[in-house]
């Protein structure tokens, strides 16, 4: 008999993938302990294990895998190759839907007179509260991406609107947002897009309550603070337009004790993601419910899962810290589908937003 730890590492399998296909039916242990409820596999289901691995890889649904799994050591192997081919069919399909949308986008882009946010001018110089600026860093630096894949996400945007300074970074599936108030600078809206390693120098420099100087010129970026400079280029890349991305459908709110509330998701309750993965790294999900009172709970495996939500429970708690106050808001999205928006009470212009992950195998 092998062990679940055992098991996953001749599988390949994570020890979170494990317990969900027992769970769902899919690859259930020979036996489980029904004391420590730990599980064991028998050696022949390291083979099956494997097999699920791979078709998860290749993005099998989890109903077809079912049914390979239970045909795979019959004599009669018509009904998994009938299986195979059809999900190889399908995958082939939409590669081919998607080359046939992203040449149309590539063209609509090619016509365009514009990049889709490059509003950078020719120079931009203005004054910023450095404890301001440090603390609208703060709030967004976590949501930059790191996916070497996505290199316009790689930074944090600075959008120069009158005497505001939006700060923004996401990386698909989360976004914040902060400001700072500026002064000096009283020409049209400016964006750059400032890469992260030189964002972190640009936080360093910001130790007092002096007032920092940010000049773009071109594609560089610079930030003095005293005697002291940060300087380099900016990211030549477009940015979304995150201002589409932040008017949320009504739906229901709560305000939580922070630090309650995360040692509620450290202690509680969390369920794999069905194996799946965000930009390579595993992760567990916390499943949220929200009352009508305002009251938010954390769903138990098992539980029905009817009006509850579920997110990355890493990134909710990354989310709590950047928060920055003892209370934050909860505002939960009118659909299921629509992302959870975590704000200050007191600063209604600096909040994150957190996509949230569907429960349906």
Not at 77 to 96: D, K, P, Y
Not at 211 to 236: F, N, P, W
Not at 263 to 278: H, I
Request: proline residues 5%.
């Amino acid at each position: 008999m092998r062990s679940i730890g055992e098991m996953a590492g001749d599988s390949g399998l994570s020890v979170s993938a494990l317990r969900f296909y027992d769970r769902a039916g899919v690859l259930v242990p020979a036996w489980v302990d029904p004391v420590s409820g730990y599980r064991w596999y028998a050696p022949e289901q390291c083979e099956e294990a494997r097999l699920l691995a791979r078709l998860r890889r290749a993005g099998m649904p989890l109903a077809d895998i079912r049914l390979v799994l239970a045909g795979w050591s019959g004599t009669d192997t018509g009904l998994v190759r009938g299986l195979l081919r059809a999900h190889l069919r399908r995958l082939e399909q939409g590669m081919s839907d998607a080359r046939g949308e992203f040449s149309t986008l590539e063209a609509l882009l090619d016509h365009r007179e514009n990049p889709m946010t490059s509003l950078r001018a020719a120079a931009v110089r203005l004054s910023v509260s450095a404890p301001e600026l440090t603390a609208a860093l703060d709030a967004v630096r976590y949501a930059a991406s790191t996916d070497p894949e996505l290199p316009m996400l790689g930074g944090v945007l600075f959008d120069v609107e009158g005497e505001t300074l939006h700060v923004v970074a996401t990386d698909r599936y989360r976004l914040a947002v902060a400001q700072a108030g500026t002064d000096g600078y009283d020409g049209p809206r400016a964006q750059v897009v400032v890469p992260l390693p030189l964002a972190d120098a640009m936080r360093a420099l910001l130790t007092g309550e002096e007032t920092a100087r940010l000049t773009v010129d071109g594609d560089r970026v610079t930030l003095e603070a005293g005697h002291r400079q940060a300087a380099g280029q900016c990211l030549d890349h477009g940015f979304p337009d995150y201002r589409r991305l932040v008017d949320l459908p009504a739906g229901r709110r709560a305000l939580v004790d922070t630090a309650a509330f995360r040692k509620t998701l450290e202690s509680g309750p969390v369920r794999a993601s069905e194996a799946r993965e965000q930009d390579g790294v595993p992760y567990d999900l916390s499943v949220l419910t929200v009352s009508d009172d305002g009251t938010v709970a954390l769903r138990e495996d098992g539980d029905d899962e009817r009006d509850a939500t579920a997110f990355n429970r890493e990134f909710l708690l990354h989310a709590l810290t950047a928060g920055a106050r003892d209370e934050l808001l909860l505002e939960f999205g009118g659909d299921p589908t629509a992302p959870l928006a975590i704000r200050r009470p007191d600063d209604e212009h600096t909040f994150s937003l957190l996509m949230p992950v569907c429960l349906e195998n």
